[in-house]
C-alpha cells in the first residue's frame, strides 16, 4: 500500500507550529533530507583541527563514509548529526560565505554551523597499533565505544537483518577504507579510553553498541558475554561502582540483562524495538522477529526496567520506516496514530520511545526510499515529548547533552 502524501514546506509547518522550536526544526530537515557539502565548505575543514568521519557504526545515503566531516554544532550548542546525501535527493547544502560555515537551502544561508574539533587522542594508536579513533569514536560531549561491530542477523542463520540496516555492508567498507577492526582487543578498550578522559570535562557519558550476536549456549549469551568484558575494561578507569554509561544491546533476557547489571558499570539500557507496530515489525526486522518476536520484545523491556530501575531503560525507534512502502498504513496519520499508541503503552510499564529520523542509506535493502515529512517528524516528536511528560519520565541519559540525534529528546530542555 502507498501512503498519500500532501507535505507541507519548511516555512508552512513552521508557520503551523509556532511553539515548536525553530533549531531543532531545522535540525529534523537536515536530517532528513540529508546535506552536501561544497567545495568551499570542505576547504573550511581541517583534519588537523575537525572531526573527520569513518569511525560510525552505519554509514550514509551517498554511500561514502571518509574525507568529509563527522557532524557540526549548531549555535544553541547541541549537535548535528547529519548523513551525506547525493544531490538528486535535495539536500541542504554546506557552504561556506567570508570565512564562515553555513546550512544552505535554494543558495540562501539559512543557520551558521561549526564543525566538531577533533579529539586529541584520535590521532594515536594503541600499543598493539590499532587508530584510537577506531576504538573509541566521538561525539562533542560522549564517547562511544563498539566492541563488536558484525550483526549476526544477516548471517546466513539469522533472518534476514533489519531492512533499513546497513551496519555489515558498513563494516565491509571501514575495514577496508580505514582499518575498521571487527572486535575490540580489551587492552586496546583500556588505552583509548585512558587518553581520551586526559581530556577533562569533554565527556559527559559513554555509549557501548555493537552488532547483535545470536550464539551462545542460549541466543544472545555471547553477546551478554562480550558486553560485561568490554564494559568491565571501560570501568576500570573509574572508582565509582556505576558511571554514566548507556548500553544499546539486543533485548535480551532478564537473566542476562541482570549479569550485565550486576557485573559491570552500566547504569542504563537501550533495546532497539526499531518500529511500533507488530505487522511493521515483521516485515522491517524480520532477523529480530525470528530471534525475539514483537510481544517478547516489549516484554523484556518491562523486564529491563526491573532490573536497571525507573528512567533507565528505553528503546529506539527508526522513526518513518513504517512508513516505508509498501506498507499497511495509508496515512501519516494512521501512522502516527499506531506509533504513539504503543509509545503510551511502553511508557505506562516505564519504558520510553525515542527516535532518530530515518535515512535510506545506501548500503540497506530500503536504499532510495522515502522517508516522512517534515509535519510527520514534528508531530512524532511532540507527540513522544509529551507521552514521557505525562508518564514523568526522565531521558537525561539520552538527550541532547549524550548524544543528540533524537529529535523528541532535543524538546526535553525546552518542554
Known amino acids: 500500500m502507498s501512503v498519500q502524501r500532501s507535505e507541507l514546506t519548511f516555512d508552512e509547518v513552521a508557520a503551523k507550529y509556532p511553539d515548536f522550536p525553530r533549531l531543532p526544526l531545522l535540525k529534523i530537515d537536515i536530517q532528513r533530507r540529508g546535506v552536501l557539502y561544497s567545495d568551499a565548505a570542505l576547504e573550511l575543514f581541517d583534519p588537523a583541527v575537525h572531526q573527520g568521519g569513518g569511525t560510525h557504526i552505519f554509514g550514509n545515503r551517498d554511500g561514502k563514509i571518509t574525507g568529509r566531516p563527522e557532524g557540526m554544532w549548531l549555535r544553541d550548542g547541541t549537535s548535528l548529526v547529519v548523513t551525506t546525501a547525493p544531490i538528486e535527493q535535495n539536500p541542504y547544502i554546506i557552504d561556506a560565505i567570508d570565512g564562515k560555515l553555513y546550512v544552505a537551502d535554494q543558495g540562501k544561508p539559512i543557520e551558521e554551523v561549526f564543525y566538531w574539533e577533533k579529539p586529541d587522542y584520535y590521532d594515536k594508536k594503541t600499543s598493539g597499533g590499532i587508530a584510537m579513533q577506531n576504538v573509541i569514536s566521538a561525539r562533542p560531549q560522549r564517547l562511544s565505544l563498539s566492541p563488536y561491530r558484525y550483526c549476526w542477523f544477516w548471517s546466513d542463520e539469522g533472518g534476514g537483518g533489519c531492512k533499513f540496516c546497513d551496519i555489515v555492508s ?225 531521558i537525561d541519559f539520552d538527550d541532547y547533552r549524550r548524544c543528540g540525534n533524537h529529535p523528541d529528546t532535543d524538546l526535553a530542555r525546552v518542554f
Not at 204 to 227: H, K, L, M, Q
Not at 277 to 302: H, S, T
Not at 356 to 370: D, H, K, L, M, T
Open 170 to 394: 558498513n563494516l565491509k567498507q571501514a575495514k577496508n577504507e580505514v582499518a575498521m577492526p571487527t572486535k575490540l582487543d580489551l587492552t586496546d578498550i583500556r588505552e583509548t579510553l585512558n587518553e581520551a578522559l586526559k581530556e577533562r570535562g569533554r565527556y559527559t557519558a559513554i555509549c557501548v553498541t555493537g552488532g547483535s550476536d545470536i550464539r551462545g549456549e542460549t541466543p544472545f549469551d555471547s553477546e551478554a558475554d562480550y558486553y560485561i568484558e568490554a564494559l568491565r575494561a571501560v570501568g576500570e578507569s573509574f572508582s565509582a561502582p556505576k558511571i554514566p554509561i548507556q548500553l544499546i544491546c539486543t533485548a535480551m533476557k532478564k537473566d542476562q540483562l541482570q549479569r550485565i547489571y550486576d557485573n559491570t558499570p552500566v547504569s542504563s539500557v537501550t533495546m532497539d524495538i526499531e518500529t511500533l507496530d507488530e505487522e511493521q515489525f515483521n516485515r522491517v526486522c524480520p532477523g529480530k522477529a525470528k530471534w525475539i518476536g514483537y510481544k517478547e520484545m516489549k516484554r523484556r523491556l518491562f523486564d529491563a526496567v526491573e532490573v536497571f530501575g525507573e528512567n533507565r531503560v528505553n528503546t529506539g525507534t527508526v522513526g518513518g520506516v513504517e512508513l516505508a512502502e509498501p506498507t499497511r498504513f495509508r496515512s501519516e496519520d494512521e501512522a502516527l496514530e499506531r506509533y504513539l499508541s504503543e509509545a503510551d503503552d511502553l511508557a505506562a510499564h516505564g519504558v520510553s520511545a525515542i527516535h532518530c529520523v530515518w535515512n535510506p542509506n545506501q548500503g540497506s535493502a530500503f536504499a532510495g526510499r522515502r522517508n516522512g515529512s517534515l509535519e510527520y517528524y514534528v508531530r512524532l516528536a511532540q507527540g513522544l515529548q509529551e507521552i514521557r511528560r505525562r508518564h514523568n519520565l526522565l
